[in-house]
């Protein structure tokens, strides 16, 4: 079973940065897109960002030119680095990602991690 561990989040101030990581852990033939979505109170879940197994990315409207998603594949992480964050980013924030392992294909969510900005 291929589980994926996000870190990075917590409390930042308008303006702040953080740089969210999520590795994945399990024997993994190949990994397709991976992304990160986020949860707001009250909200439903929405993708921020993801990326191809090829490096094309994709960006919600509301975080464009303020965000970055990146990947390694050799370490099968991805990362969401975080700028000129504003207090309407807060939410929970989870990595997603599918693939094959020796058993099949697969899809994984994270456990998610709490990324707040205020002042």
């Known amino acids: 079973q291929v589980q994926l561990v996000e870190s990075g989040g917590g409390l930042v101030q308008p303006g702040g940065s953080l740089r969210l990581s999520c590795a994945t852990s399990?024997?993994?033939?190949?990994?397709?897109?991976m992304g990160w979505y986020r949860q707001a109170p009250g909200k439903q879940r929405e993708l921020v960002a993801a990326?191809?197994?090829?490096?094309?990315?994709d960006y919600a409207g509301s975080v464009k030119g303020r965000f970055t998603i990146s990947r390694d594949n050799a370490k099968n992480t991805v990362y969401l680095q975080m700028n000129s964050l504003k207090p309407e980013d807060t939410a929970v924030y989870y990595c997603n990602t599918g693939g094959r392992t020796g058993r099949g294909p697969f899809v994984s969510w994270g456990q998610g991690t709490q990324v707040t900005v205020s002042s």
């Open positions: 399990g024997i993994i033939f190949s990994i397709n897109a």
């Open positions: 990326i191809s197994s090829g490096g094309n990315t």
